[in-house]
């Protein structure tokens, strides 16, 4: 599994474009997968979830991108990394951001390599043998 994490319009979505030919899937998680893909949006999934005990759902969309990348050649995970800013200050934005966390935490400890794209600039926080 491939993370790639930037702030909101850093060009995450441009570098993984020219990195890969791959099928993409923004905000939804399909049940099967073969081939080079690609997840963006999952902010936008676990939006549904925020009721839910965050650990929990962070497990659960863990598990499922786990199973995706064991079906795809290879598994590209675009995120968006909301940590560095002011503690919003709505409730539903606090918990989306805290459980985006738990979950960036469960991927990023499974991913073999890690992109941050700043301002479309790539540096590689991890790389490491499949």
């Known amino acids: 599994m491939h993370i790639v994490i930037g702030g909101a319009f850093n060009g ?4 993984v474009k020219q990195l890969i030919d791959a099928v993409w899937y923004e905000q939804q998680l399909p049940e099967s997968v073969q081939g080079n893909i690609v997840i963006a949006g999952l902010e936008g999934l676990l939006r549904a979830h ?24 290879e598994l590209i995970v675009i995120l968006t990394d909301m940590g560095r800013g002011v503690v919003p200050l709505e409730k539903e934005q606090r918990q ?5 966390g738990r979950l960036y935490q469960l991927l990023f400890n499974e991913a073999t390599t890690i992109t941050r ?14």
């Open 117 to 130: 794209i700043w301002y479309g600039l790539p540096e590689i926080l991890k790389k490491g043998m499949e």
């Open 96 to 100: 989306l951001r805290d459980t985006c």
């Open 50 to 73: 925020l009721e839910e005990e965050e650990e929990q759902v962070a497990a659960i969309f863990a598990e499922k991108l786990r199973d995706l990348n064991a079906q795809s050649d």
């Open 12 to 15: 995450k979505r441009a570098y």
